[in-house]
């Protein structure tokens, strides 16, 4: 049961607000928070006096670490639709963030991750201070980078979505910003004044005056290698890639080979197709694609064996099924992707 208090909401200068309000739970997004944003966001649309939606959190950790992924375990091993509820629910909500026809700006200031990447990467404007973290951590889970991944990922310079997608590496501010997942970098310390300028003003010109440029990342000099391995056909195509580098790069090869290693070998066949095909999709499709994929990952077993290892039990020594990526056959994969008929996730027809 979620409290009222776990996300909060204000009208203020022009400015309608949402504050995330778990700091102890990293800000984790439960079902009736989704809910209760939805229904603000609706309220809001028609509202003269709003010109723009802000969305923070509170606390200086997390602006939200994702879904409430213990509750979604036990949903899911109870059998309970409560699970499959909230997924479609907070895809709903994705859609509606995406769409939204006011600026929509999410301050990242901390660790976004899952739900909380669900909830700002879609907005018009993503601001990111110097503590920010971002990442997409779903094939440790059992999972896929959902909330839109199929979407967004797809959309970053290169290879480098579908290198953040299975891997599930953080980004900092610079890297997020090359990325494209943010678009401005504002310090911390500078964040009080930006909402006081948003009063009156054009979010844009506000952001253009106050945003600073980071220290530089290191995407920039990892694109090179990124771009010649995760441009593979398939997911042992780039390992075989990663494995082979030598020199300067052999090394890099070998670690990132080595962290694919531990993920679930089912997540990550199927979250490269989910990264191909949503480069030729829109934003409403790639939900779909998404909403069809989760049906299927009720029924599998590695997101509950992942959350039982990670986050559970945490002895972080999930035993997947199948164990290997040569034992994920290709008809496993497309069962994930199989068209839900009747149960399709029903989206508005966007207007633009």
């Not at 945490?314 to 994969?333: I, R, T, Y």
Request: aromatic share 8%; glycine share 10%; with cysteine.
């Amino acid at each position: 049961m979620t409290n009222d208090d776990d996300v909060l909401f204000e009208v203020a200068g022009g400015t309608g607000l949402i504050c995330l309000n778990r700091p102890k739970a990293l800000n984790a997004l439960t079902h009736d928070m989704a809910l209760a944003i939805q229904s603000n966001l609706v309220d809001w649309v028609d509202r003269d006096d709003i010109e723009q939606i802000v969305i923070q959190a509170a606390g200086d950790k997390a602006f939200c670490a994702g879904g409430d992924v213990r509750r979604l375990y036990e949903q899911g091993k109870a059998r309970d639709t409560g699970f499959l509820e909230f997924y479609h629910d907070e895809y709903q909500l994705n859609t509606m963030i995406k769409r939204y026809p006011k600026p929509y700006v999410a301050i990242i200031d901390g660790i976004v991750m899952g739900g909380g990447v669900g909830v700002s990467v879609h907005g018009s404007h993503r601001v990111m201070t110097e503590f920010a973290t971002f990442a997409m951590p779903e094939t440790g889970i059992g999972l896929f980078p959902d909330v839109g991944g199929t979407y967004f990922l797809p959309r970053c310079p290169g290879e480098i979505g579908m290198y953040l997608g299975l891997t599930g590496a953080r980004l900092k501010v610079a890297d997020a910003l090359h990325a494209g997942i943010a678009t401005h970098f504002v310090p911390r310390t500078k964040l009080p004044g930006l909402l006081d300028k948003m009063t009156g003003n054009n979010v844009e010109d506000c952001l253009v005056e106050i945003a600073e440029k980071p220290e530089s990342g290191q995407l920039v000099e990892l694109a090179d290698w990124i771009n010649a391995t995760f441009n593979g056909s398939n997911v042992e195509e780039i390992i075989g890639k990663l494995e082979s580098l030598d020199g300067a790069a052999g090394e890099w090869g070998r670690k990132t080979a080595a962290i694919l290693a531990t993920k679930s070998p089912t997540s990550l066949k199927i979250t490269f197709r989910q990264i191909r095909e949503g480069a030729k999709l829109g934003f409403e499709d790639c939900m779909r694609v998404e909403y069809r994929m989760v049906n299927r990952i009720f029924s599998a077993p590695d997101f509950f064996e992942g959350t039982r290892a990670i986050i559970v039990d945490k002895d972080n020594a999930p035993k997947w099924q199948p164990g290997s990526l040569g034992a994920v056959s290709d008809g496993l994969v497309d069962e994930f992707f199989a068209n839900l008929g009747a149960d399709e996730l029903q989206l508005p027809v966007p207007a633009n």
